[in-house]
């Protein structure tokens, strides 16, 4: 035999592990007793098997990996004796679960102990059929389920019934064999088959509304028969607790009421003296009374109207919810929840309790209480709601502050009667718990802000006393910098003032100190950071006389380890140092920002195609101008921050903006620009280290742009592109302060006069792709391609993906699509840049490669392109 | 329904798992170290449900033990309290006043008296008498097959003497 077979009984292993000291002590006793056991099932030892398979348990338990033991499981199973079949199926629902390929093999001996006559063995193989079986296996044995659903025996019936539920879960169309079964079994009188009987009925009704409807005519007579009967009868100690007969019973029978009698009037009458007994008879001072009051609750409030029920299920809830238990008020919170579109203006009466309920200690109760206040608020009450939430806020436990303050922030947002109520919340929020508050919320509230003209002036005054109150909240100073660099006036001549306002004083300098003392914070990063430098440059504009003094605090960057910071300190100086004469229109207030075009972006309601050219927005003239003038904005930003050619970078762009406004959005046309914008970024980014220059000719060149149109009716893009070439003066003017001149660059790809003709890449019946070349004059290897696939049919294509391919003396560098869906005959640019290291030896050439689905379907076209320009 | 049942000790140990819907090992003990982080440090008077993974997790404390039970969202709380009070009630019944050490040592048959009260996460018998007499059955078929299989072993060995 083998040596280490013999070794040690379950219990002496339990017993070691225990006495391990540390965890490598507990390893080493698993190890030696894993290697043991696998010793062992190398051996086919039988005697040893039954013990090795607990031990493995025992470590399973523990957590450590016992595959190996899986098919020792199968063996005892297929064993003849019930020992060792007992303790195979646990391991099996122990070791292994429905998703293993070693469980189909045991479809067999489960279908053999199904038939056997050893009533025990059959239970075995019901219990673990029950709770592990997969799909496959739930089609291969539910006919013998459906026999032993009328066994001899109810322990069997019970067991099977439940086996049923777990078929019809994995096979939903299975349950139309178990149907009349299982009606029968609910005329039985043993309470484990009633009780799982009814559950299979509930199952069945969930999945198979022609069973409920068969169910609802045949049985919720008896099934009302049933619970009166266990509601009226007589102390029964087999089955009490606390007093009641068979709680668990209770609770299924009116659950499966409560399917019946959803949606059916009838089968709801006949229902309603019962739910009625139960209600009010029903002794709630246990657990066992309470879990079947919350049933009937439930129950009440499913089925159809009856008034003088709900009345009832009402006051049970009201209370539950003054009870002095934790978990019955739970529950109640959690019912009022569900009754909340049976019944609203009943649980709004409730509305302090809940109240009371967020200021729970209890972090379960906290929850569910500020869901169910976040549903009830409504125009009405939403001023007293949002005040006590809002103090509550101060005093909360860190861990709630997340979950409180985005609830908050949406109610104030969604209900406020008037926009300096929600300033003034979101004021409140922002002071308190600004580090917790969502970028979209933020961006929201400066897009208020800048849409409520007549509290520019309020809002940036509330907002430097919060500041000065506190600068921990990161958000907070955020809102705040970003209003003193815009309404710095304001702020210091108290403009706009309103009645409700306490007079401030605020010097220029006092200005310039708050956003100074924000640079230097320890806590603020590096977005708020250049959040501040911006804000300084505006200042310095406002306010002449601090000009100096701006000047040096930017000059103090100038040396940051962060590139962002550096950049801007550099650039905002050469702004303030030599262009006086341009610098008070670069820094000009921001238009207004466009709250549809944010709230839409912010709903992720993109359109999927934007490209519908620049034709339609021409012919709306007024629309145009007001989405413009926020995207040229957007743009002078965005080039502001390109200097790192990295996504982060771009994200961050955005948080600046205060806001996802950049993005083309639903308005037709504004595509081109961002477009455009991004060329001019690829651009800046391949060319190496002169990059910043170029990047800060790109944004003033914005920033000229959005002076010039801020008035002009018409701001289409096509106007924009084309009064582009007017910068270039004031352009190169700025771009001298800056280091080297590079070589004036135009903005606009169509500027570029087209060196290299355009050429149809591609086309077929379907698709055209059409190339765009530009190069750049100092870096006559790379040419920059793009790419403008055209949708020739009425289809649209998804999923589209080009890919090309070129030989070793060619680079490519790809870019994304400017979308991977393609509208019915709309088009989508890529842009692509090639380096032809054999320039004027070789000319170009491209395997490409397109793919894309048109309803789903693939479709792959394939193509060489060599009609390049040789000179390329 | 019952998605699973966890037993773990006041220092963290687990003491029985039964899994009624499929987690893969790992998930398992992710599961399990996450619930039990949540469940052990909460105080002692409030409620017995925790929110998980949209999920409800009803536990409750007898001596050093914890008995949690995953629940779906919309069932009732209350009774699962009942459910596992009834469980521990059988097991006392069984064991004797049962104590962590006879879950420990005995692990196999607190599962035997769980295959008896619940299959694929559901309540099968409402009867604290039928489960112990279920059992007891079941106990008495494998002890006489030991005695039998002893008396062949104790013929055999006399035999071969």
Same mark, same amino acid.
């Given at each position: 035999?083998?040596p280490?077979?013999?070794g ?59 595959h ?6 199968l ?9 060792e ?13 429905e998703?293993?390929?070693v ?8 279908k053999q102990?199904?038939?056997?006559t050893?009533?025990?063995i059959?239970?075995l193989?019901? #219990? ?5 079986c997969?799909a496959?296996?739930?089609?291969d ?22 086996? $049923? ?14 149907t009349?079964?299982a009606?029968a079994l609910?005329k ?5 088959v ?6 299979? #009925?509930?199952?069945? #009704? ?10 609802r005519?045949k049985c919720?007579?008896g ?32 659950r499966?009421l ?11 009458d ?11 008879k ?6 066992a ?6 049933e ?30 934790n978990n019955?008020?739970?529950?109640a ?15 709004q ?10 200021k ?7 929850? /569910?209480a500020?869901?169910l ?5 409504n125009?009405?009450n ?7 939430l809002?103090?509550y ?5 860190q861990?709630?502050k997340e979950?409180?303050?985005a ?7 969604k209900?406020?009667?008037?926009k ?15 580090n ?6 933020w ?8 849409n ?29 910098i970003?209003?003193?660099g815009?309404?710095?006036?304001l702020?210091?001549?108290?403009t ?11 010097t220029?300098?006092?200005a ?9 914070h320890?806590t603020?990063?590096v977005t ?6 911006i ?6 504009? /406002? ?26 300190s550099?650039?905002?100086s ?11 229109s670069?820094?000009?207030r ?10 839409? /972006? ?6 999927a195609?934007v ?12 629309g145009?101008?007001?989405? $413009? ?10 080039s ?6 990295t996504?982060?970078?771009v994200?961050?762009?955005q ?8 993005q ?14 991004a060329?001019i ?9 002169p990059?910043?220059v ?7 060149n914005g920033d ?9 009716p018409? $701001? ?24 080297p ?13 087209? $060196? ?6 591609f ?16 870096n ?9 696939f055209?949708?020739l ?7 589209f ?15 994304p699509?400017s ?5 019915a ?7 692509? /840049?090639v ?12 395997r ?15 193509g ?9 | 329904?019952?998605h ?16 009624y ?16 982080g ?8 409030l ?19 914890y ?29 004797g ?11 196999h048959k ?9 299959i ?6 409402s009867s ?7 059992i ?13 299989a002893?008396?062949i072993s104790?013929?055999i060995?006399q035999?071969?003497?």
């Amino acid at each position: 035999m083998n040596p280490f077979s013999s070794g040690t009984r379950l219990s002496d292993m339990i017993r070691a592990i225990r006495a391990s000291k540390t965890a490598a002590e507990e390893r080493a006793v698993v190890r030696k007793e894993c290697a043991a056991i696998r010793a062992s099932i190398n051996e086919n030892d039988q005697d040893y098997r039954h013990r090795d398979l607990a031990k493995l348990m025992f470590i399973h338990m523990l957590g450590y990996p016992t595959h190996f033991g899986q098919m020792e499981c199968l063996k005892l199973i297929a064993s003849p004796g019930f020992p060792e079949k007992r303790i195979g199926y646990l391991g099996l629902m122990l070791l292994l679960d429905e998703r293993q390929e070693v469980l189909m093999l045991v479809t067999n001996s489960l279908k053999q102990d199904m038939n056997h006559t050893n009533q025990y063995i059959v239970g075995l193989a019901l #219990c673990a059929l029950g709770n592990i079986c997969s799909a496959e296996m739930a089609r291969d044995l539910a006919p013998e389920v459906e026999r032993l659903l009328q066994f001899r025996d109810p322990n069997i019936r019970k067991k099977a019934a439940l086996c $049923a539920i777990r078929i019809i879960r994995k096979v939903p169309d299975l349950s139309e064999n178990f149907t009349n079964p299982a009606a029968a079994l609910l005329k039985e009188k043993h309470h484990g088959v009633l009780i799982t009987g009814v559950h299979l #009925c509930t199952e069945i #009704c969930t999945v198979s509304p022609e069973a409920l409807e068969y169910f609802r005519k045949k049985c919720t007579e008896g099934l009302v028969k049933t619970l009166k009967d266990i509601a009226n009868s007589p102390y029964s100690p087999e089955y009490d607790v606390a007093g009641i007969t068979d709680p668990f019973l209770h609770i299924r029978l009116l659950r499966l009421l409560r399917v019946l009698g959803q949606g059916d009037a009838e089968a709801s009458d006949c229902m309603n003296d019962i739910l009625a007994q139960v209600a009010s008879k029903t002794e709630s001072n246990k657990n066992a009374g309470n879990a079947i009051l919350y049933e009937c609750v439930q129950t009440i409030m499913s089925i159809e109207e009856n008034g003088g029920l709900r009345v009832l299920a009402i006051n049970i809830l009201g209370k539950f919810l003054s009870n002095r238990d934790n978990n019955i008020r739970y529950v109640a919170l959690n019912m009022l929840m569900r009754s909340l579109t049976v019944d609203s203006q009943a649980v709004q009466r409730h509305r302090a309790t809940i109240l009371e309920c967020v200021k729970d200690s209890d972090a379960s109760i906290q929850k /569910r209480a500020l869901e169910l206040i976040y549903n009830l608020v409504n125009e009405n009450n939403v001023k007293p709601l949002a005040k006590e939430l809002i103090e509550y806020l101060e005093v909360s436990e860190q861990d709630f502050k997340e979950d409180l303050t985005a609830k908050i922030c949406s109610i104030v947002e969604k209900f406020a009667p008037e926009k300096i109520w929600y300033i003034d919340q979101m004021l409140k929020v922002l002071s308190e718990a600004g580090n917790y508050v969502k970028e979209d919320v933020w961006h929201a509230l400066i897009v208020v802000i800048t849409n409520a003209s007549d509290l520019h002036g309020y809002s940036v005054r509330a907002l430097y006393r919060a500041l000065q109150a506190s600068s921990e909240q990161e958000t907070l100073v955020r809102v705040a910098i970003w209003c003193i660099g815009e309404y710095a006036d304001l702020l210091v001549n108290n403009t706009g003032m309103l009645d409700l306002e306490d007079p401030i004083t605020v010097t220029e300098s006092d200005a310039v100190d708050i956003v100074e003392a924000t640079i230097k914070h320890h806590t603020s990063d590096v977005t708020t950071k250049a959040m501040a430098l911006i804000a300084l440059l505006k200042i310095s504009s /406002r306010f002449p006389s601090c000009s100096e003094r701006v000047k040096s605090i930017i000059g103090q960057n100038k040396g940051s380890f962060v590139l962002e910071l550096q950049q801007r300190s550099l650039e905002f100086s050469s702004v303030i140092q030599k262009h006086q004469n341009i610098r008070s229109s670069l820094v000009e207030r921001m238009p207004v920002l466009d709250e549809a075009t944010f709230s839409g /972006r912010r709903a992720g309601s993109l359109p999927a195609s934007v490209s519908t050219s620049g034709k339609s927005s021409i012919g709306i003239p007024n629309g145009v101008v007001k989405a $413009a003038a926020p995207l040229v904005d957007l743009l002078d930003l965005s080039s502001d921050d390109t200097p790192a050619p990295t996504s982060s970078s771009v994200n961050f762009l955005q948080d600046l903006l205060g806001g996802d406004l950049t993005q083309p959005s639903a308005q037709p046309g504004t595509m081109q620009p961002s477009n455009a914008g991004a060329d001019i970024l690829l651009d800046l980014l391949s060319i190496g280290s002169p990059a910043p220059v170029q990047n800060g000719s790109g944004s003033t060149n914005g920033d000229l742009l959005s002076v010039q149109h801020n008035n002009a009716p018409i $701001a289409s893009i096509d106007t924009l592109s084309s009064m582009s070439p007017t910068a270039p003066s004031s352009m190169m003017d700025l771009l001298d302060g800056f280091g080297p001149t590079p070589p004036p660059k135009s903005v606009t790809t169509e500027d570029k006069a087209p $060196a290299y003709p355009s050429i149809v890449a591609f086309e077929s019946n379907s698709l055209k792709i059409e190339f765009n070349f530009t190069k750049q004059p100092e870096n006559l290897q790379s040419t920059d391609i793009v790419a403008t696939f055209t949708n020739l049919t009425p289809n649209v294509y998804t999923d589209f993906l080009f890919q090309a391919a070129v030989p070793k003396y060619l680079q490519l560098h790809l870019d994304p699509a400017s979308s991977n869906s393609l509208p019915a005959n709309g088009n989508i640019k890529q842009t692509m /840049r090639v380096t032809n290291s054999q320039r004027g030896k070789k000319p170009i050439v491209m395997r490409m490669r397109l793919g894309y689905k048109i309803d789903g379907k693939d479709v792959l076209e394939e193509g060489q392109i060599n009609n390049f320009p040789r000179e390329l | 329904m019952i998605h699973f049942v966890l037993l773990v000790s006041r220092q963290g140990k687990v003491r029985l798992t039964k899994w009624y819907s499929p987690y893969t090992q790992k998930e398992r003990s992710k599961v399990i170290r996450e619930l039990s982080g949540v469940i052990l440090s909460r105080g002692p008077k409030l409620c017995n449900f925790v929110e998980w993974r949209g999920y409800k997790v009803v536990y409750k404390r007898y001596a050093s033990l914890y008995f949690c039970m995953c629940i779906d969202e919309d069932d009732n709380e209350l009774e699962v309290l009942e459910i596992i009070h009834h469980f521990v009630e059988i097991l006392d019944r069984y064991f004797g006043s049962v104590c962590e050490l006879d879950l420990i040592f005995h692990f196999h048959k607190a599962y035997y008296i769980l295959d008896e009260l619940l299959i694929a996460g559901e309540l099968q018998e409402s009867s604290k008498k039928t489960v112990a007499r279920i059992i007891s059955t079941q106990d008495q078929l494998v002890e006489a097959a030991k005695e039998e299989a002893g008396s062949i072993s104790n013929i055999i060995a006399q035999a071969t003497k």
